[in-house]
């Protein structure tokens, strides 16, 4: 690790009473005992801590320590900690997402208990003592300034919170990250009811709050200089089938404007992470719409692109998570983005009061979706986690236009995407306003389950399972209720068949 | 009917150049043509126009007249629509919300199509021309101003958005409706994106709006002069069964004032219609809780009472609908009400801005749950609509306390409210906090999915059923997935028994 010298260090840490505070990764991680809550920063591998956490992770593999821990974060975390704390064994519940492949295999063998939550309410369970309270923050920044007020880098989620209930804070100054972060931070936080008031926020590109997070100087216990770059998730590329998609969506908001039911600059954009959401924004890149704005949770390389080619204006979200070579380039040019981007506590940039307010077009992944719309987002045959819900309840319950995409198939046409019934609900028939695939997009808004079912079969079903789920709809209406037809000894059949058999066919 | 004299019809329509436009019922119903989207005021039988609709049945009864509609509302309506227009089979197409057998029936035997919305959703699809346009507003008043704007009577609902987008308006004016209901709404709607602001709301008891609708008076095609009482539902008597949910509910909330999550006068309640929510209202007329506030939907017999008794200062909805006797009770002490009392466009009531804000204690019924905490409150078996989802979403979601209370058993044991997997889900396991049952209350906050089902079949499961649901639970663990564990042969299995043999057992 290249520690920097002392000019560096009191240009990251401006508090001469806690640059005292400096001490190594090890002595801090001395700090967490066994049974504790521990939060950290950090939102979709980006801002998160990452030398307490391994130094943690190499005490217990070396020493044998016995730790079980909660912990608590904005949304998925970097190897440092999901993969290095499974390795050790020390997680006993995580909350409220994960995307990591040794945490998901855990919790899938029922040896971690994890809690999928709507990252809109983490804040709140956290602000209303429902969880279990935290006892350690431990947050990455790049500076400490003389109030001793931190500034974060570039993922904030649910920090301003940890910071505020914690009993004790460990701060990591990441000198791998640039100061050019700091500014690009809006941070607002909300009062418990009954002294909330409204959230002043009225189009993406406004600030309301402070470039800085408070902290009791107090609370801080450790301050450990790191020099590591975050490992983000590598670029998804983007292939012919998302191509079609993002034409598919393209195509739909592009006859919302002829209709003028959206204006020809659209409303803010929210887009989940991944190959289909990158297609989308490269898709918009190359498109005749003009001053865009986003309002979502992470800034991606194609939402950067989006910035750069000047189509869009403004991004609000809680974090920047490019790819490694989108980060590289993204630092580099750090000035040009800091007046396009601005991140916020995934208190706000979640919130329902805003989303619906500013009108968000939310542009989510589905997993599975029914020929009625239900979406299941989460779960592989209604047992097995794959990664959380995230943000896309909050987004999609409150959008102007709530988007759900999937490619038709998956497993080379082993699995049909549209199932005569999910075998996990996380949107229901009720929040699910528009489904694209690579054969088309269905628009539902206005139409019965029935109706849905049909529009749903014939514009976005792969040709191979067109036939059999029409079979299965007509064969279902002609028996039992009417309103949402169903066979319920066969409703799950698909999905017992590919258990069985390795195909849905 | 009893027609007043002119000095009423005066003091009713003070605009004289709409007096002129008074018409009777049956012409007034020749405006209405086949094909057309008739969008009508009311919320939950209270409000909605009565002559009109009738008038418009008897015409196509009588001369056979071919007429297919679209019927827009702002929730349930009376018995003159719902049940006249399904009896005479001209309802093309329902939504947002019904509870009439009638109608019900036809839904289920596909000869009406219908779209169970979010109560939220429904003004704002209008605005956002989502929806087939309004042809005619049917809305009932007891007043219209100098001005011409309209004072509506007991229920608001979506009638502000109905008035702002129809292309004509017919208004019947409720002579049997006192004069007292002016003064108690409070219409405060939102614009379209971008340019929407927040609402400025930040406690139940605050009025941000006019007293009146605005209503263009070009666009007043008919006044109809009507004195019919809305046929409001009967009065559900509190069984001991509810007693027993109401006092687990009360108890959860004690329990979360002890631990000071919830101030002694808690937060705003809110609550669905039936036997339980009013159980639960009466239990808090004799409870130690004081100074409580409601923001709720509709305001029922029990919530008078708890104004009635001083235990409740203040309750916000978009709807009064009492009881028969107790309307009669209330419009006989409306003055008293008056204060205390604010009626609003369900663009607020529902709204999901003002419910987070607020911190809303929400209390819905749930037709079924499953042991992860999922819930159904539409479908029966999978297939048939019930009622409606209403504003159970737009609550349960935004709430800072979500609670879904069931009787544990159904059809004197032969269904338990709690199954292996629901059969359709309205609510997921990310928006529900509580369940209450005669059992006692799981409260899930923090639990990952298994921990759920433990406490889940453990304090609400009736105990005919809770070892069967205890051995699913543990065979569904010991193979397959174990973050959700399921044996989706079995899942569904619970409703095909019962289909089949008339008992889950």
């Not at 939102?43 to 956490?53: D, I, L, N, Q, R």
């Not at 209930?165 to 009811?193: C, H, R, S, W």
């Not at 039992?480 to 195909?503: C, D, F, N, Q, V």
């Amino acid at each position: 690790m290249n520690i920097s010298n002392m000019k560096d260090i009191k240009e990251r840490i401006r508090n001469e009473e806690i640059r005292e505070k400096i001490t190594n990764d090890f002595k801090a991680s001395l700090l967490i005992k066994d049974g504790m809550t521990i939060a950290v920063s950090g939102f979709t591998p980006s801002g998160y801590p990452k030398a307490v956490p391994m130094a943690l992770a190499n005490r217990v593999k070396k020493n044998g320590d016995e730790l079980r821990l909660n912990l608590y974060s904005g949304a998925s975390l970097g190897p440092e900690i999901d993969k290095a704390w499974t390795e050790v064994g020390i997680i006993s519940k995580r909350l409220p997402y994960q995307t990591t492949d040794e945490l998901r295999h855990k919790i899938n063998a029922g040896e971690v208990e994890y809690l999928d939550m709507h990252l809109s309410h983490m804040p709140q369970y956290i602000n209303y003592d429902m969880l279990p309270e935290i006892d350690i923050a431990i947050v990455e920044a790049v500076a400490i300034t003389e109030d001793g007020f931190v500034i974060p880098t570039m993922g904030i989620g649910n920090t301003p919170t940890f910071i505020e209930k914690a009993k004790q804070v460990i701060i990591e100054i990441n000198l791998a990250k640039p100061l050019g972060y700091e500014g690009m931070a809006d941070i607002y936080t909300t009062k418990n009811p009954p002294n909330r008031k409204p959230i002043p926020l009225n189009h993406s590109s406004e600030r309301i709050g402070t470039h800085y997070i408070s902290c009791e100087k107090e609370k801080i216990k450790a301050i450990v200089l790191t020099h590591t770059q975050d490992k983000t998730r590598d670029l998804t590329g983007v292939s012919p089938v998302s191509n079609r998609i993002s034409e598919n969506i393209i195509s739909f908001l592009r006859g919302e404007v002829k209709a003028n039911r959206l204006p020809s600059d659209l409303l803010p954009l929210q887009s989940g992470v991944g190959s289909v959401a990158n297609a989308v924004f490269y898709g918009l890149c190359h498109s005749e719409f003009e001053n865009l704005t986003c309002y979502t949770e992470v800034v991606q390389d194609s939402m950067l692109d989006l910035l750069r080619c000047g189509k869009a204006k403004i991004a609000s979200a809680t974090a920047v998570s490019p790819s490694p070579e989108g980060l590289y380039k993204f630092e580099k040019e750090i000035e040009f983005f800091k007046d396009k981007i601005i991140l916020r506590p995934q208190e706000i940039s979640n919130n329902p009061e805003i989303i619906r307010r500013l009108g968000v077009i939310a542009i989510n992944t589905a997993m599975e979706i029914d020929i009625y719309g239900n979406v299941n987002s989460t779960h592989l045959m209604g047992t097995k986690i794959m990664n959380g819900i995230g943000g896309s309840g909050d987004f999609a319950r409150n959008a102007a236009i709530s988007i759900f995409a999937t490619e038709s198939i998956a497993k080379k046409g082993a699995i049909s995407s549209i199932v005569p019934m999910v075998s996990h609900v996380d949107h229901t028939e009720h929040d699910v306003m528009v489904i694209a695939t690579e054969q088309g997009y269905a628009d539902l808004r206005g139409l019965s389950p029935k109706e849905r079912a049909l529009k749903i079969i014939n514009q976005c079903v792969h040709p191979d399972y067109r036939p059999l789920l029409m079979d299965y709809f007509h064969r279902a209406f002609s028996q039992g209720g009417k309103h949402t037809p169903h066979i319920l000894s066969e409703a799950l059949s698909w999905h017992i068949k590919y258990m069985e058999t390795g195909s849905m066919k």
